[in-house]
């Protein structure tokens, strides 16, 4: 029988590629294929659901830069995202900008509201970030209803429709290939951005931060980086949100929303790009498959009918992060990684 060989990289050029091997390129283009095919096989419910989780992805690999990869807990990333959209609104509704003004604007006045979160932040770590952070969320939240006469108050913004040379994108079917190319873009970005020089730098304070100030590492620059990275994320996911949305309000921006992009890393992988998307869809596709299963037992049995609320998924949310932190630390991407092993290694069980 014979050995597999040639498992191993012969040059530094060659570790770092995205796309290592014919067969994961070949099905690297079979998935683009399905995606560029969604809309045309699927119906609108299911495409919306793909718009959704494209936003997901690109705020989920924000907050994994921040927490998966340099170690610093946020919870309040939602307020980032209340950020970027509300900046999106303003120039697109107040000023009539076009959107590839307007989204990449929202992405930056998030990245300087994340510097000047992560400044004072600087010598908080665990709990007492998480609470500055949430703090943060909460006081975002207040001036978005309080300032009316800038953000519209309870009324919220609504959002002008994004016009792609004279082309309307009104619709989600056609809303899904522009927020694909921007969550492509985005994704592409963030894998190459940690395996540079300031990737290894994150990843370095992270694991050992004294270590690493001692080696060199500028431990104030790199977080501030950090929480600049994952606002300019988050920003950017705003402002897609609110154009898929059309109208945005603070409910969308909430301190349980923040939880949600928590679980999406937790969930999904913690220091890992993929498991970013794996975390972002899976809790996307959850919350509707509790809601269709909640329906087939109220169908079967009557007593259960109106007995399904939101208060569902909060519980869900909750028991799904406790049994990946006890069965899974690694999350959907480390059980992703063995079965890609298995497959590699078959015949042979090592």
Avoid at 5 to 19: A, M, R
Avoid at 31 to 51: A, E, Q, T
Avoid at 170 to 184: G, H, N, P, Q
Avoid at 301 to 316: F, H, K, L, S, T
């Amino acid at each position: 029988m014979a050995i597999r060989s040639k498992t191993f990289c012969e040059s530094y050029h060659e570790d770092i590629k995205l796309l290592d091997t014919i067969w994961s390129k070949c099905w690297m283009g079979l998935f683009i294929l399905c995606l560029l095919m969604l809309p045309y096989i699927s119906d609108s419910y299911i495409v919306y659901m793909v718009n959704l989780s494209c936003i997901a992805v690109v705020a989920s690999v924000g907050l994994n830069i921040l927490t998966g990869f340099t170690g610093q807990i946020s919870l309040g990333h939602a307020a980032f995202l209340a950020i970027g959209a509300y900046t999106a609104a303003l120039l697109g509704e107040g000023l009539g900008m076009p959107f590839w003004i307007t989204l990449p604007a929202g992405g930056l006045v998030s990245a300087g509201a994340g510097i000047l979160v992560g400044i004072p932040c600087l010598r908080l770590k665990g709990l007492y970030l998480a609470m500055a952070t949430m703090s943060f969320g909460v006081m975002v939240e207040y001036v978005l209803i309080t300032w009316g006469s800038l953000t519209g108050g309870e009324r919220g913004m609504y959002m002008p429709e994004v016009n792609v040379l004279g082309l309307v994108l009104d619709t989600d079917e056609s809303m899904y290939y522009f927020l694909l190319i921007v969550t492509a873009l985005m994704i592409i970005a963030a894998k190459n951005i940690v395996r540079t020089r300031i990737g290894r730098a994150f990843i370095a304070v992270r694991d050992r931060d004294i270590a690493a100030e001692v080696m060199g590492v500028n431990l104030t620059g790199y977080k501030v980086t950090a929480f600049a990275l994952s606002s300019f994320y988050a920003g950017v996911a705003g402002g897609m949100y609110a154009y898929v949305m059309g109208h945005i309000h603070p409910e969308h921006f909430t301190l349980m929303s923040s939880v949600e992009y928590m679980a999406m890393i937790v969930i999904g992988g913690l220091g890992s790009i993929l498991g970013s998307i794996f975390g972002a869809i899976f809790i996307v596709v959850v919350p509707e498959g509790i809601k269709l299963l909640a329906q087939g037992i109220e169908a079967v049995i009557p007593a259960m009918q109106g007995r399904y609320d939101e208060e569902w998924n909060i519980a869900v949310f909750g028991l799904l992060i406790m049994l990946f932190l006890i069965f899974e630390p690694g999350g959907l991407n480390a059980i992703w990684q063995r079965i890609k092993i298995g497959f590699k290694n078959w015949p042979f069980t090592y």
